[in-house]
């Protein structure tokens, strides 16, 4: 995890979060392949926590 969140990708993702942010400090995280990373698995897995927005 701590490879992938320094790695060119998530710098790429992460510059792109404002345009898909509601404005709230949730994140999410979770062990899995490469090929389970996808926007539409993490808003998913986000959309499931318990909670609501920060």
């Known amino acids: 995890m701590f490879a992938f969140v320094g790695s060119p990708a998530h710098v790429r993702a992460m510059g792109q979060s404002s345009s898909i ?3 709230t400090s949730n994140v999410i995280s979770w062990e899995g392949s ?3 990373a996808t926007w539409d698995e993490a808003a998913k897995r986000l959309g499931s926590e318990a909670g609501g927005d920060l």
Do not use: C, F, N, V
Request: a neutral charge; charged letters at 65%; proline letters at 0%.
């Open 34 to 36: 490469e090929r389970e």
């Open 21 to 23: 942010s509601r404005g």
